[in-house]
């Protein structure tokens, strides 16, 4: 098995770029898709990127998605920050059949 | 549109068990997995397992086998998840979420906060 390992908390202002990392520990990242989802106090997550680099309909186009194989890691993009974007972000992956989480980056929108 | 809608809070003793439901509209209920995921208070998410609802099998979390019952009827679109020997580590918001293809889990249930208290 492997584990992801993401920042605790990262913040940043208004209109700014944050980027969160996800890093595999054992195996490559690219070997399973990775998914981040976002997850607001008191609800149940919602995804913002799929596959790697993928954006559901309706999610703004200021996430962006992408893998870096040379540091093994998953990195999530939210550019031009906005108040709502506050909300902890999650990543996950899989191992065979199994899920695998991160633990998690709270993102505080100051 | 997709929706689960799960069953609702639950308070339970130490050493019993629990039983979550989630039933599954606007979609057809066995052509996805269903995957249970947990979040304990002020924690992150843990996956617990996934049952495919066609086949009726199931891959559960090291962490839960010998604990852990996901089961489906795909007569009335809804799955199951059974946690025994309860203890207060036990006390979360259980997930249920459909598996979109490649892991995706998407849309997530609402939540079913069970707590475990004597």
């Known amino acids: 098995n492997f584990m992801l390992t993401q920042p605790h908390s990262v913040s940043e202002s208004p209109e700014k770029t944050v980027i969160i990392s996800c890093t595999r520990s054992?195996?490559?990242?690219?070997?399973?898709?990775v998914q981040w989802y976002q997850q607001r106090p008191g609800s149940a997550p919602t995804t913002v990127i799929y596959?790697?680099?993928?954006?559901p309909s309706g999610v703004p186009d200021r996430f962006s998605g992408s893998i870096d194989s040379s540091s093994n890691s998953a990195t999530l993009t939210i550019s031009g920050l906005k108040t709502e974007d506050e909300a902890d972000y999650f990543c996950?992956?899989?191992?065979?059949?199994?899920?695998?989480f991160g633990g998690g980056t709270k993102l505080t929108v100051l | 549109q997709v929706q689960l809608v799960q069953s609702g809070a639950e308070v339970k003793k130490p050493g019993a068990s629990m039983k979550v439901s989630c039933k599954a509209s606007?979609?057809?209920?066995?052509?996805?997995?269903v995957h249970w995921v947990r979040q304990a208070p002020g924690q992150g998410l843990e996956w617990m397992g996934r049952?495919?609802?066609?086949?009726?099998?199931?891959n559960y979390a090291q962490k839960f086998q010998g604990r852990v019952t996901m089961t489906s009827d795909t007569s009335i679109s809804t799955a199951y998840m059974e946690l025994s020997r309860l203890t207060s580590d036990d006390t979360a918001v259980y997930y249920c979420a459909r598996d979109r293809g490649v892991n995706w889990l998407d849309p997530w249930g609402p939540g079913s906060l069970v707590t475990v208290s004597s």
């Open positions: 054992r195996g490559s990242v690219a070997s399973n898709y």
């Open positions: 049952i495919n609802p066609k086949s009726g099998g199931t």
């Open positions: 596959e790697d680099d993928q954006r």
């Open positions: 996950q992956s899989y191992d065979g059949t199994n899920g695998v």
């Open positions: 606007g979609y057809t209920f066995s052509d996805h997995h």
